[in-house]
């Protein structure tokens, strides 16, 4: 059988690549580490000149390298590893990037965003299971007549989180899971917490309302996330990591880059509010570092193109 060689001396057949197959986000395994492995993967199987490996026949005449669809596909891919929902709200919430971009130059803002993304499968997965839970009760006649009560038949314990990794034990609920992270343990037990209050009001007969319904139809609001624009500059030959806010009411500096870059600083009574606007920032002091008087005020604008890039 033909060959082609690998990093550290192995040796890789046509057959290597449907290995692929077999990678799966482990138990214990962070998202980005399961992304590395996917492109050391797909780079590991990159045609080479002068293996014995042909294409249709045809010799690799010059090493093959990533293009822009392969690397799209592993991010696809890395996306269908993590949950199965996660592509189809990665399309939905980033539908307007991807109009004029690829799916891959905007993973960075996916891995920034992934946590709240996985959150929100788990919110609708759970409201969905709620309502239809709430809508047996209330649509059972014999559950609210308080005489005979039938029960629906017990669900069958299956784990999506084990099932989905393929692991030999996911006969128990997600709310059970050992794996299961302890930020979204403590979110099903509030959500189960409401599936029992429904269930206790459902016991009780309830008045029938033949008036119209004024209930507001359920709306989901969109929150972008986007990192911040920010700028490097120098200041007395320190490399100064500056994040542009146009929605900060002041500016402000941590109390180490003072102390490192040696400025002065005076006592101050200002006062500052983080952005729920509630709780307090402490404030040390204040600092100026320079005067705007310097710059001619008319020639503001051309001096910050020319002498600032922002980076996203």
Known sequence: MAVNSLHYG?????????????????????AEDLYQRLSAFV??????????????????????????????????????????????LVKQRYGTELRTRTLASIKPEISQALESLLLEIHTRTMRTSTGDQFLFSRGNPKASNGRTTTKPNRATKVCPKCQQAKRPYFNHFLSECRFLPDQDRKFLAKARQITKVVDD?????????????????????????????????FYAHHVA?????????GNLISHSTVKKFGIVMSKSSQSARQADGQSPLKVIGEVILYSLEMIDLLHLKEWLYSHLTLKY
């Open 201 to 233: 009001t459902s016991e009780f007969p309830q008045e029938e309302n033949t008036g119209p319904s004024h209930s507001e139809p359920a709306t989901t609001l969109r929150v972008q996330v986007r990192q911040s624009p920010y700028l490097n500059a």
């Open 43 to 88: 780079e590991d199987n990159l045609l080479r000149q002068g293996g014995n490996i042909t294409h249709h026949g045809v010799d690799v005449t010059e090493d093959e390298e990533a293009s822009p669809t392969l690397e799209n596909l592993v991010v696809l891919s890395w996306l269908r590893l993590i949950h199965h929902d996660l592509p189809k």
């Open 241 to 249: 990591h500056i994040t542009i806010d146009s929605g900060a009411t």
């Open 10 to 30: 192995f040796q890789s057949t046509g057959a290597h690549f449907i290995d692929f197959n077999d990678i799966h986000l482990e138990s214990d395994e962070k």
